[in-house]
């Protein structure tokens, strides 16, 4: 089990590096004021990190048995959960120029994102999460909000 975990932190890595390169070309594209908001929503995604894990300690400290996952998945859930709920609020999820032709992949999008949430959602109220359901739950997220961003540039 723990073999799987080494596979995400992999995956995330390889993911950084590919934000790192696509950012210099969608960085441009956004204005002064989306780059202030996004800053903000970094801001209170640490602030809300933060948090988590002071609520991890104190559940901790009453002797409360905290699943390996959410120790280590757990943060970045909830960092990108915030995030992406602030820049989705602000409209600010998308550059203004997002060169988005038709509306149909951002349905597709929503539709994906619901069908990953479902089964993790379930697996809450069976007691039987794991931690690839939390890895579901943050990619169903991250997709969501990128429909939900689409659906928001062509309305602009």
């Known amino acids: ?36 908001i996004k800053r903000r929503s970094f801001e209170y995604a640490f602030i809300a990190v933060f948090i ?44 203004i120029n997002p060169r988005i032709k038709g509306s149909g992949w951002a349905w597709t999008f929503i539709v994906i994102g619901i069908l990953l949430i479902i089964p993790s959602v379930l697996k809450i109220f069976d007691h039987s999460f794991n931690s690839n359901m939390l890895v579901n739950l943050l990619l169903a997220i991250v997709i969501i909000g990128y429909g939900i961003g689409i659906l928001q540039a062509r309305k602009s």
């Open 52 to 95: 988590f894990e002071a609520f991890l300690m104190a559940l901790h400290s009453f002797n409360v048995e905290i699943p390996f996952y959410w120790l280590t998945l757990g943060p970045l859930f909830i960092a990108v959960l915030v995030a992406e709920i602030y820049d989705l609020i602000h409209r600010v999820y998308l550059p």
């Open 1 to 36: 089990m723990r073999w799987t975990y080494l596979i995400w932190a992999c995956a995330l890595i390889v993911g950084i590096a590919i934000g790192l390169i696509v950012r210099k070309n969608r960085r441009s594209r956004f204005s002064q004021k989306q780059l202030e």
